[in-house]
């Protein structure tokens, strides 16, 4: 069966009666089956996603009209919580556990019909840039089994690249929804900080966290992040912002005045991306966009800054995870002290370990000032320069990572080299701002490369219209 | 920054962690290289910069006082590793102050 290429074709395939839902959902199933060597999934919600089907193709066929998202098959990254199914985060510390809530993203998708197919791996507490850090085994990038799908949403990016589901829901730290996309050849939408609700998303670094969106379609993440954007009174840091109507804006053709980050020697950017980045800018001319070089001379502080920050973040956050009221309790504790030392050595995995022990340095009072103030200072910086670029700029473009994926276990024993990957995405959640990563071109034909545009606060409309106007074939 | 055996210990004790002698180790050379690559930092005047902490974009709007999405106690206590009615069964905190 050929799925019709985005979600607005497979609904009218689905009015017209050319499809089924339940024929969708048995497709996806089968193809989550034949790629089950891939590790994408922790867990199939087979029976239940066949039912909501039929159940969506009875009430169609008696007229009733869907919700805006019948038809849209989704996976979930396993840091989203869905009511009566586990989530683990990819941790030993919640096996077992289930949701006792859904997240505000995943409910409202499931209010407008959406169909949630399954829960994909993930690096355990989305701290990773390979999937490697699951405690439940890698996940394998469907482009070359041999090399990683990127992280930490690495099985989302995975599981829509091998047609497994129209898109999956994940969240971006400092890059995880946008370097899974790139590296698997999907589309990452990480949307402004706050412009979806973090109520429900296991929390890594709260104020970087963001949901996110990975599809095949530029028009296929517009139509998700409508109906999943906006306020919630679960969320205090939710933005009160309204949603505008998505789908007619992603037609806006204006021309854009679009500054590209100029490339230095110390970047260490591959070959094949500098040159399918040098074609985009081309592309982007010859549609009458004005590009302009930039230089942003803080980008080499802000991987530093950045992992002072999340790993504080997360040293702070996951200290909730003390073997009392829930999560792996350790079977060989005498006093309280030490259930909470062995409970935590024994759930968690060496690269949360790693980055905990990081982040409760940083934040120790000897150190703070020297790091952690240091880092929130290098925060605002980054912040002051782009808010000064977006007064001569509408957008800026640079590649989502400086190489192709890599081969599985070629970062296992170098933590500083996978951090200093996120060179290019990291920006984004320092400065709270919206970034979508867009597929464009191939390093030897094969392995795809991501192409990164980035802009001011609630710029969605604008990242979302260039990306389907670079790759748009929508009906 | 050198990274000592004693800052291991410190750190794990605040992070109620046990590291086993080999991670130690490992973990000692990892976060020295992490601090050499995070020291860049601080080649960047910052004097006088206001920090920033967080991206939220107006005042933590608050829900109105009122109780709501509670749950019953069995499904609070749903997920609780060890319980004892409706409660949850933690090692002894406190000492008899004749013990």
Same mark, same amino acid.
């Given at each position: 069966m050929t799925v019709p290429p985005d979600l607005p074709a497979i609904q009218a395939a689905l009015r017209g009666g050319n499809l089924h839902c339940r024929q969708l959902v048995e497709h996806y199933l089968e193809q989550a089956e034949r790629n089950r060597a891939l590790n994408i999934?922790?867990?199939?919600f087979r029976e239940e996603a066949l039912a909501k089907a039929s159940e969506s193709d009875a009430r169609l066929a008696k007229g009733e009209e869907p919700?805006?998202?019948?038809?849209c098959v989704l996976s979930i990254k396993d840091v989203l919580c869905y009511a009566g199914h586990r989530v683990s985060a990819g941790s030993r510390m919640l096996e077992g556990f289930e949701s006792q809530f859904s997240a505000t993203a995943v409910e409202r998708a499931l209010a407008e019909d959406a169909i949630i197919l399954g829960r994909v791996n993930c690096d355990e507490f989305a701290m990773? =840039?390979?999937?490697?850090?699951?405690a439940f085994g890698p996940t394998r990038n469907p482009?070359?089994?041999?090399?990683v799908p990127g992280g930490s949403s690495g099985a989302s990016a995975a599981a829509v690249a091998a047609g497994t589901c129209l898109a999956s829901l994940g969240s971006d730290t400092g890059g995880s929804v946008r370097q899974p996309a790139a590296f698997c050849g999907v589309f990452g939408l990480k949307p402004?900080?706050?412009?979806?609700?973090?109520?429900?998303l296991i929390a890594y670094a709260s104020s970087f966290d963001q949901i996110g969106i990975l599809s095949r379609t530029a028009t296929d993440a517009a139509l998700l992040l409508q109906v999943i954007a906006g306020p919630d009174?679960?969320? =205090?840091?939710? =933005?009160?912002e309204p949603v505008p109507e998505l789908e007619p804006l992603l037609r806006d053709d204006s021309p854009r005045r679009i500054a590209w980050l100029a490339l230095g020697?110390?970047?260490?950017?591959d070959p094949a991306i500098a040159e399918a980045y040098s074609n985009l800018q081309g592309e982007l001319e010859k549609r009458g966009h004005r590009l302009e070089p930039v230089q942003i001379p803080l980008l080499n502080y802000l991987v530093p800054a950045y992992y002072v920050m999340a790993t504080a973040e997360a040293s702070s956050n996951l200290a909730?995870?003390?073997?009392?009221?829930?999560?792996h309790r350790t079977?060989?504790?005498?006093d309280v002290g030490e259930l909470y030392r062995k409970s935590r050595t024994e759930g968690f995995g060496a690269e949360v370990k790693r980055r905990i022990m990081l982040g409760t340095f940083v934040l120790s009072a000897s150190y703070y000032d020297a790091y952690y103030r240091k880092a929130q200072q290098v925060r605002r910086l980054i912040k002051r320069e782009l808010d000064r670029l977006w007064e001569n700029c509408d957008l800026l473009l640079l590649? *989502? *990572?400086?190489?192709?994926a890599w081969p599985l276990g070629q970062m296992t024993d170098d933590p500083v080299g996978m951090y200093l990957a996120d060179q290019f995405t990291v920006m984004a959640n320092m400065a709270g701002l919206p970034a979508i990563s867009i597929p464009f071109g191939y390093k030897d034909g094969k392995l795809p490369l991501g192409m990164q545009l980035l802009g001011p606060a609630f710029a969605e409309p604008a990242l979302l219209a260039l990306a389907h106007q670079l790759t748009g074939k929508s009906s | 920054m050198k990274v000592d055996d004693s800052l291991i210990s410190r750190l794990e004790d605040l992070a109620r962690l046990e590291l086993a002698p080999e991670e130690r180790l490992r973990l000692q050379a990892e976060l020295e290289n992490i601090l050499d690559m995070v020291a860049?930092?601080?080649?960047?005047?910052?004097?006088?910069v206001e920090p920033l902490a967080?991206?939220?974009?107006?005042p933590a709007p608050l829900r109105d006082d009122e109780p709501e999405g509670c749950w019953p106690v069995g499904q609070a206590l749903g997920q609780a590793p060890v319980r004892h009615r409706d409660f949850f069964v933690v090692p002894k905190v406190v000492s008899s102050p004749n013990a």
């Open positions: 999934y922790l867990e199939v919700g805006r998202l019948f038809g990773g =840039s390979t999937n490697e850090h699951s482009v070359d089994p041999e090399r402004t900080y706050g412009r979806i609700s973090r109520h429900g009174p679960y969320d =205090s840091t939710v =933005s009160l020697e110390g970047q260490g950017v909730r995870y003390d073997g009392l009221r829930y999560g079977a060989r504790a005498g590649p *989502t *990572t400086p190489s192709p | 860049k930092m601080q080649e960047l005047d910052t004097e006088g967080h991206l939220a974009q107006h």
